[in-house]
């Protein structure tokens, strides 16, 4: 308001406001202010990828997706709310990571607190507390989120220590906190994340049980990119 009272006092007299128009002026500027500070704090706090929003997404590159259901979900956070998970699944460089930071952003900007990892980091990091004896503490430490966003699932290989954190974290958020997860694999090849086959279907039988799932069947968009390059050079 300080700032920008004088520069509206000129307009407000030029154009004629009441006192009470000027006023409402001055207090929608404030509350826009404070709405862009915390909107920029939070996806400081999110970390989500720089530029990747749902209305620049290239939706021409997935002619053959229904967008409305992840729609829906990115303009209403009651699934978070309701401790609900999305999962993306599709080849490498379809889109996935833009399409999950696209709804985080929406999260976001309904004022829900978001965290953006890649799935390895997070598993390893969630490992290091385990050899720590402080996983429940960091477990816990994770639940001050409303949506945590775990990208390309399917690097996280199999191994008893990593899947095994994987798994609790999973289970800890079951019907709490939700989950939005990007995969390049099926549930059917998820054997190759986690080493015991019970614990696969366990898993997997918590996410979906209250979830969207979006599958995205296209060619990789940097490999059209790459293909297109090659030809107008060819030509």
């Not at 030029?14 to 207090?27: D, M, V």
């Not at 970390?47 to 209403?76: G, Y």
């Amino acid at each position: 308001m300080l700032a920008q009272w004088e520069d509206l006092e000129q307009q407000a007299m030029q154009e004629g406001w009441s006192h009470a128009q000027f006023l409402l002026a001055l207090c929608e500027l404030e509350v826009q202010h404070r709405w862009n500070t915390r909107l920029k704090r939070a996806l400081s706090e999110a970390q989500l990828p720089n530029a990747k929003t749902l209305s620049n997404f290239e939706w021409s590159h997935i002619p053959n997706f229904n967008p409305a259901p992840l729609m829906n979900l990115a303009d209403d956070p009651g699934w978070l709310e309701r401790g609900e998970n999305c999962l993306i699944f599709g080849a490498s460089g379809v889109g996935k990571t833009h399409l999950a930071s696209g709804v985080a952003r929406r999260m976001v900007e309904f004022g829900k607190r978001v965290k953006f990892f890649p799935s390895l980091a997070l598993v390893q990091s969630l490992q290091q507390a385990k050899l720590n004896l402080s996983l429940q503490a960091a477990l816990k430490k994770l639940d001050r989120f409303d949506l945590l966003v775990l990208d390309d699932l399917g690097y996280v290989k199999k191994s008893e220590a990593e899947t095994s954190v994987l798994f609790e974290l999973i289970a800890h958020r079951y019907e709490r906190k939700s989950l939005l997860i990007t995969a390049n694999q099926p549930f059917s090849a998820w054997d190759t994340i986690f080493s015991d086959s019970m614990m696969t279907v366990a898993a997997v039988d918590r996410l979906v049980h209250h979830a969207l799932i979006v599958e995205i069947k296209t060619d990789s968009y940097r490999k059209r990119a790459a293909t297109n390059r090659s030809s107008k050079s060819g030509s």
